[in-house]
Nanobody, 130 residues
Framework: QVQLVESGGGLVQAGGSLRLSCTTS????????MAWFRQPPGKEREFVVA????????????YYTDSVKGRFTISRDNAKNTVYLQMNSLKPEDTAVYYC???????????????????WGQGTQVTVSS
């Protein structure tokens, strides 16, 4: 089993920054896909960013949704089994519950589909005030 725990959400003014953390535990060695999704109030869950670990566990490829490119950055600290989402220049439309997700398979044509991830965190609220 794999457990994911998010932290770092909160209330911030537009233009501000937050850093979310997702710490994994359990059987994490086979995880090749890590992602962040978000669910705005009254809307469906949507893809934010995904990162794929290659077989050598050294290189990662990353994919962002267009609306966060240049503002959000995903990074990893393998020693801490933690994935971070640095969010800068936040906008009110970034308000959502943010979820960390992981899977042992990388779906190259559907990594934006939340149904392709088996493991999920509990979510952390991010609120951006105007």
């Amino acid at each position: 089993q794999v457990q994911l725990v998010e932290s770092g959400g909160g209330l911030v003014q537009a233009g501000g920054s937050l850093r979310l953390s997702c710490t994994t535990s359990g059987r994490t060695l086979n995880l090749v896909a890590m992602a962040w999704f978000r669910q705005p109030p009254g809307k469906e869950r949507e893809f934010v960013v995904a990162t794929r670990r290659t077989a050598d566990r050294i290189y990662y490829t990353t994919y962002y949704t267009d609306s966060v490119k240049g503002r959000f950055t995903i990074s990893r600290d393998n020693a801490k089994n933690t994935v971070y989402l640095q969010m800068n220049s936040l906008k009110p439309e970034d308000t959502a519950v943010y979820y960390c997700a992981a899977d042992e398979t990388w779906y190259s044509t559907s990594y934006t589909d939340s149904r392709k991830y088996d493991y999920w965190g509990q979510g952390t609220q991010v609120t951006v005030s105007s």
